[in-house]
Structures are given as structure tokens and as C-alpha cells.
């Protein structure tokens, strides 16, 4: 039996129902140069608690445990490291945010468009009914950006973004880093612990004894619980750049209708080409020129 979503497709199929007339002109004005933002009460709700979460990581890492600490070189060493991967993480979080995740243009399903794609026997285009855009191949509508997106992962509110084929790689970073802060918070919770055993209470912190004790614990439970759901989230996007198949591809269980590409070269595709640092900067924009493929043989 087919799923609803072959139905679709075999619906789409017939050129009938593309009926552009039904499609308003796309907008005049040009959207590239505005900045990319979803205002999605759920999804801004998350982000801002997603930073808020990272900033108390960070307040509890430097002024609880940090700068009480009695050694500068063991303070400075993680501080640094801490305060660079947590800073890597909010910029991550705000590119993944605030970058088109590869909208397809809204309303551009118009008579002159489909005319210029110069259609040969045999070609088809899908429009999407929602956004009245022509779909290009493995794009996929989302009802919370209300836009289609070029390899639609999914749409994560924490983020408060889809992610697709532009901002994956931030997406990765953001999950690397979330993980990497979580792991060396809690390395430095138990550290703590072990010092401050030996001494007493009141020297180790500049706060009483018990609101430190609970500050260590809050920022315990919230490291283990993002280290598992970053580290889950991290591995499962990597498996899916590898085998280039997007979240919503698998769980559609969508037939492959593009080309394999070996593990490396689908890695390069979301990450930029050649591997470089780059890779881990999320300031570095990875180079997507690859041509749009509208048109589909059947
Ligand atoms: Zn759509
Ligand atoms: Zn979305």
C-alpha cells in the first residue's frame, strides 16, 4: 500500500494540476538581503532558553568553580577552553538560527516560470499546494516555516529553524559544541567535587556551601541530559550527511532517486571543500554552487 506521501506525488504528477494561475506573481522585493528569522512563538521561546541554559553553564563554571579555584594555570587553561567552546556554541546556535535553510522562492509556481524551465517530453515539476512554489528534488514542505526547503532535515525549535541544505553544518557545530561544553562542565563539577572534599566548604567557593552545592547539581543534571541529547543528535546527523539521506527521507523511506556519493564527498557537499579548520568555524559560509534541479524524468 502506498503512503500518503506517494499519493501526493502521483497527484503532482499530473500537469493539470499545477494550474499556475492559481499562483499569485512571487513577491517583488528581494529577500536575500533581509535576515532569516521564523517567528514561531515555540521555536523563539526554545532558542532564547537554550541560551539562557548555556549562560548559566557558563556563570556557574567561571564564578562558582573558576575564579575561587587556587591555581591561576588550572582557572585560565579551562577557562579558556570553556569559554571558547561555549562561544563557539552561541555563534553556531545564531548562524544555525538565523541562516535561510534553503527556501525554496514562495509563489514562483507562475505560467512564465514553468514556461522557462523549457520542459521536455517526459519532464515534470511539483508544486508544492501549500506555498505555491515549483519544488525542486528533495525539497519538503514545512508547516512551521510555512516554506518548502531544499533537503529538509527537520525542523528543530531549538534552533527555532528548519534544517536543510544551507545551514546543516551549523546545525552539526551547534550540537558538537553543546556536547563538548556539557562533557568538560562535568569534568569540572566532578573535579571540583574531589578538590573541595579535602578542604574546607568555605574556602572552595565564594558562595555558602549549599547554594553552591545546588548550583554543582542544577549544572550536573543539565550537562548529562545535553551531553546525551547532543551527542545522540550529533551522531545521528553525521550518519545521515554520510549516507546523504535526510532525517525526513528516512523516516518516509523515500526510494534514492539521486546519485551515491562516497561518504567523503557527501561530507565535503555540507562542510565545504577541502576540508580545512574551516569546517569547525561557524563563521566560515560553506560553498553550496550547485545548480537547482527543478526537473524530474519519469
Ligand atoms: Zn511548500
Ligand atoms: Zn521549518
Known sequence: MKSPAHRTRDIERQAGYLRPEHCAPPPLRNTSDT????????????????????LYAEFVVVFVMLLPA????????????????????LASHAKAMCTDPG?????????????????????????CPKCCSI???????????????????HHCPWVNNCVGENNQKYFVLFTMYIALISFHSLILVALHFVFCFEEDWTKCSN??????????????????????????MFGTQVHSICT????????????RRWAKKSKWMNMTV???????IAWLSP??????????LYQYIV
Open 135 to 153: 519544488k525542486p528534488d528533495r525539497a519538503h514542505h514545512c508547516s512551521v516555516c510555512k516554506r518548502c526547503i531544499k533537503k529538509m532535515d
Open 70 to 89: 587556587k591555581s591561576v594555570i588550572y582557572s585560565l587553561f579551562n577557562g579558556v577552553i570553556f569559554n571558547g567552546l561555549g562561544f563557539l556554541a
Open 270 to 276: 555540507v562542510f565545504g571543500h577541502p576540508f580545512s
Open 103 to 127: 527556501a525554496v522562492p514562495k509563489g514562483n509556481a507562475t505560467k512564465e516560470f514553468i514556461e522557462s524551465l523549457k520542459l521536455k517530453p517526459g519532464q515534470v515539476v511539483y508544486k
Open 283 to 292: 563563521f566560515a559560509t560553506p560553498d553550496h554552487g550547485k545548480a537547482d
Open 35 to 54: 535576515m532569516w528569522f521564523i517567528r514561531d512563538g515555540c521555536g523563539i521561546v526554545c532558542g532564547v532558553i537554550t541560551w539562557f541554559l548555556v
Open 244 to 255: 546523504d539521506e535526510t532525517g525526513i527521507e528516512q523516516l518516509k523511506k523515500e526510494e
Open 207 to 232: 558562595f555558602s556551601p549549599p547554594a553552591t552545592v545546588i548550583l554543582l547539581i542544577l549544572l550536573c543534571f543539565e550537562a548529562l541530559l545535553f551531553l546525551i541529547f547532543t551527542a545522540v
